[in-house]
């Protein structure tokens, strides 16, 4: 049973798309996180939420409590965005991390 | 750069060995994570330490321990390995350990072979 699920697992984008990412989870949360993995293996935190949206750049991240989904926006993308983009919640019982597999973005130029 | 140091780089060694990683958190970070990432089974929380005790643990086997010390520095020990051992192993910190003050910040990872 996978408590964070993703959709999709694979996106190819041309440069300048726009692109959703969507995260879905079934436990109850105190935040959720999107990060972002390039393919040299380095992770970097993109967003914490606990509600609402935030914006950092060209980046968008939602969610919505009661439907337990989140989704990751990206404007106008470009090859540099490729990565993985990886979508993790904290539980607020027990204090668990929950990932989800993960979706590999390929921008081409 | 993320601030978070973790060494060795990269570690190959044999089956039933045992091996200590290192993590050194962001400075005035008090809040230290450790995740095993895995081809076969992605990321996976193994366990949280603020200010020195331990706050949430995850998947983290029996084989495996882990602590932080008065300088905030964090050692994860990896006994009796196995095949299934071989990972990348993240550190990550942050400033506390509620909800709002819990963005991450990823050291670079230690890529662990165990043959």
């Known amino acids: 049973k996978n408590e964070v699920e993703q959709s999709p697992q694979n996106l190819t984008a041309q440069e300048g798309e726009f692109i959703t990412i969507n995260c879905s989870y079934s436990v109850g949360i105190s935040a959720l996180h999107w990060l972002q993995q390039h393919p040299g293996g380095g992770i970097v935190s993109l967003f914490m939420l606990s509600s609402g949206k935030k914006k950092h750049g060209r980046l968008i991240a939602t969610i919505n409590i009661q439907e337990k989904h989140s989704s990751l926006h990206i404007t106008a993308s470009h090859p540099r965005d490729s990565a993985v983009y990886i979508c993790?919640?904290?539980?607020?019982?027990?204090?668990?991390?929950?990932f989800g597999t993960g979706t590999s973005l390929t921008v081409i130029p | 750069d993320s601030g978070v140091t973790q060494t060795p780089k990269h570690l190959i060694t044999a089956t039933g060995q045992r091996v200590t990683l290192r993590c050194s958190p962001r400075?005035?970070?008090?809040?230290v994570y450790w995740y095993q990432q895995s081809l076969d089974q992605g990321l996976q929380f193994l366990i949280q330490y603020y200010n020195g005790e331990e706050r949430a643990k995850g998947n983290i086997l029996e084989r495996f321990s882990a602590q932080q010390f008065p300088d905030l520095h964090s050692e994860l020990n990896l006994s009796s390995l196995e095949l299934g051992d071989s990972a990348l192993y993240f550190c990550?910190?942050?400033?506390?350990?509620?909800?709002?003050?819990?963005?991450?910040?990823f050291g670079p990872g230690t890529r662990l072979l165990v043959l």
């Open positions: 400075s005035g970070d008090l809040s």
């Open positions: 993790a919640v904290r539980s607020n019982t027990g204090n668990q991390f929950y």
């Open positions: 990550a910190s942050s400033v506390g350990s509620s909800a709002t003050q819990e963005t991450q910040y």
